[in-house]
């Protein structure tokens, strides 16, 4: 009988950390509607010799005319550092897409379908590209460079608002 106490305790105590953890993330909710006038429509986003963007998080207005740039500030050519920036529909598998992309040597690493919204040319160091698409609906988007062996750390999310 003491066991069973002692767990329903330990029930407790996990549930109660559980709550503010909540409240935590409350707080990050808040901070986030905070940077709603940080939304941009024009976003320049660098890449380099390190496999890294510049920016996880985009933030866009829904429906309006998004002219995005894309910076490869590394000296790598491009067939051993290539960077695009690649941005999926909604719906998209990611790691399904990027591993059809992989494939897709001939074409930039850019697979055959409909599965995306917008994507730069391939990059290599010291090369730039700018792309204008209309923002989509309000949700959640991912972006990512499809380069072979790139996705997993190159890639973020585009929030439309
Ligand atoms: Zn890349």
């Known amino acids: 009988m003491k066991?069973?106490?002692?767990?329903?305790?330990?029930?407790?105590?996990?549930?109660?950390?559980?709550?503010?953890k909540a409240s935590e993330k409350e707080k990050t909710n808040k901070t986030e509607q905070k940077s709603e006038d940080e939304l941009s429509t024009n976003i320049i986003i660098n890449s380099n010799d390190t496999m890294k963007?510049?920016?996880?998080?985009?933030?866009?207005?829904?429906?309006?005319?998004?002219?995005?740039?894309?910076?490869?500030?590394?000296k790598f050519?491009?067939?051993?550092?290539?960077?695009?920036f690649v941005l999926l529909k909604a719906d998209t598998n990611v790691s399904e897409f990027a591993?059809?992309?992989?494939?897709?040597?001939?074409?930039?690493?850019?697979?055959?379908?409909?599965?995306?919204i917008a994507y730069t040319?391939?990059?290599?160091?010291?090369?730039?590209d700018t792309i204008i698409f209309e923002a989509p609906k309000k949700g959640y988007y991912t972006f990512l460079c499809t380069f072979?062996?790139?996705?997993?750390?190159?890639?973020?999310?585009l929030i439309v608002k």
């Open 53 to 74: 963007f510049d920016k996880k998080i985009l933030l866009v207005p829904a429906g309006k005319k998004i002219t995005l740039t894309l910076n490869h500030t590394g």
């Open 3 to 20: 066991k069973i106490i002692y767990f329903l305790l330990i029930v407790l105590v996990i549930s109660a950390c559980g709550n503010s």
């Open 121 to 128: 040319k391939l990059l290599g160091g010291g090369e730039s």
């Open 148 to 157: 072979p062996g790139h996705w997993q750390l190159m890639r973020g999310k």
């Open 77 to 84: 050519p491009k067939v051993g550092m290539g960077h695009n």
């Open 99 to 116: 591993e059809k992309a992989a494939m897709a040597r001939k074409t930039d690493y850019i697979p055959e379908g409909d599965q995306t």
